[in-house]
């Protein structure tokens, strides 16, 4: 945060933002990706897949932008159409034994979808639920949002609606090479992979 303050003083910064942040810096110009759309793809593709409930699962102590992606996904999942319930909003205490939390969730009832809001963790649930005999994509479809280098290797793959990381670096340097007075840039698209 320091380095980009200090370097925004003489030069155009720029910050991936979901539409429900912003950049602590005014000076710094968001570059965003449709938070809601990126949500919205993961409850179509949960419906193809014929899944009737669907579910998020949250870490905590976490910044409350997460909070609101999870309770979005669970506003918007009940639009589509999916009942949801508390009952379905896991909450996991990142400063206890993370492990036996997952386990313990996984020997209840869930939902056919389950949304993980926190990328870092998924490794995490797929540990657990090969520990508790769950086959991910067979008993439970699992998706999140994310770049996708933390999801390389998972058995069976993951889905994920991919925060166009890359997208939006050529496109902040093309508009640059346009308009160097550039100050803000349009909505970005998130692909379903």
Known sequence: DKLQNEF???HPVFQVCTSQELPSNPRIIPVYYSGSSALEKLLIHAKECGCRTAGVLSFFPIEPPMTERAEQFLHLAAGAGFPTSEAFYFKVN???DVGTQLDRILKGTLPDFLFINHTEQTIAFYEAAFRNGIRIGKDIKVAGIATGLTFQGLIPSYTYVRVPMFESGKFIIEALAKNPELNSL??????LI
């Open 8 to 10: 925004s003083e003489d």
């Open 94 to 96: 990142q400063e206890s």
């Open 186 to 191: 349009p909505v970005l698209d998130a692909p």
